[in-house]
């Protein structure tokens, strides 16, 4: 370790996680029928390539990486340890890996819906295990966590660079993937660890990453026009590319370090969607009757997820 990391390292864990800091939302508490969470996506990515109509905030994340994330919301929450209101459709590892017993039901997409031609749980996959979640437990909240647009990146020179294979290796194993981090660094080499190297150009990784952003999206306005209620859709934490993110941190970030709360890490977007055509329940029967989709527009509707694969 060279002088110059050992002191960012220093400051990093002596003095800048001490510093006070705005408190985040337990987005457990928030009001929401289904909540999409897209993995690592920063509030000014997601502001700038977003066309899935609705109302656009912004939160403060628990966590600046996915681990803190979820243990900060669901472990640590202080007035629940248990959420069996809701389902959990996880292509993160992480999810099984250190909440398996706290919802009602977790789906693992990272496992049986892994690609190993693209090392990673491609969107499609999410949206098809998210309808059948759906339509199983239509009384539950859900919770549908893509992976994207975390590298590996799905499509140009970046693909399969950065894959998560190896920690999904552990978490199948049913070991513990923060205590081997603690033992051994790192389970995979990441794109953003290449890029810390240099042995990665910052434009192409920004642009491979606006990519995955743009792919996922595409995928999350098919899900969000079947989803009944409030869907909201935000991110665990954001990403960094080798900026220095503000004054009292002047070092330059990669990636999505934990416990690193600056803004571009722990901003996230909050997207609100209320889909009231598609909304149920006893108690607002008289509005299903009334807001329902037309044979014309169901018919749109079920002609683009089956061209997606979606449907049959």
């Known amino acids: 370790m060279d002088v110059w990391t ?36 920063r509030y000014d990515a997601f502001k700038e390539l977003n066309t899935i109509d609705g109302k656009l905030e912004r939160r403060i994340s628990r966590g600046s990486d996915s681990t803190e994330f979820l243990l900060e919301n669901f472990a640590r929450h202080p007035e629940r340890n248990s959420f069996g209101d809701v389902v959990y459709v996880a292509g993160n590892p992480y ?29 499609c996959n999410v949206v098809s295990e998210a309808l059948k979640v759906r339509t199983n437990h239509p009384e539950k909240r859900m919770i549908i966590h893509f992976m994207q647009p975390h590298f590996p990146a799905l499509t140009g020179k970046l693909a399969r660079q950065g894959g998560g294979t190896r920690t999904r290796r552990v978490v199948q194993k049913g070991m513990n993937p923060l205590e081997m981090v603690k033992r051994e660094g790192d389970l995979d080499i990441t ?18 990453y606006k990519e995955n952003l743009r792919i996922v ?70 509005e299903t009757k009334k807001y329902t989709y037309s044979e014309e527009e169901e018919e749109k509707i079920k002609d683009r997820l089956r061209k997606l694969g979606y449907m049959r």
């Open 6 to 41: 050992w002191w960012r390292c220093l400051y990093r864990d002596r003095i800048f996680r001490h510093l006070p800091k705005r408190k985040g939302i337990y987005v457990i508490d928030e009001p929401w029928d289904s909540l999409i969470i897209l993995d690592a996506c």
């Open 191 to 208: 794109v953003e660890t290449l890029l810390e190297r240099g042995e990665l150009d910052r434009r192409d990784v920004t642009f491979a």
């Open 95 to 123: 999810v099984s890996a250190l909440l398996r017993d706290k919802f009602y039901r977790v789906y693992s997409v990272w496992d049986h819906g892994w690609d190993d031609d693209l090392q990673t749980v491609p969107p």
């Open 217 to 286: 999206l595409f995928h999350v306005a098919i899900l969000v026009a079947m989803l009944p209620g409030r869907t909201v859709v935000t991110s665990d934490h954001g990403e960094v590319f080798g900026e220095r993110p503000g004054i009292l941190y002047p070092f330059k970030v990669f990636g999505h370090p934990a416990k690193l709360h600056v803004e571009p890490l722990v901003v996230v977007p909050w997207l609100i969607v209320d889909n009231e055509r598609l909304r149920t329940g006893p108690a607002e029967e008289k």
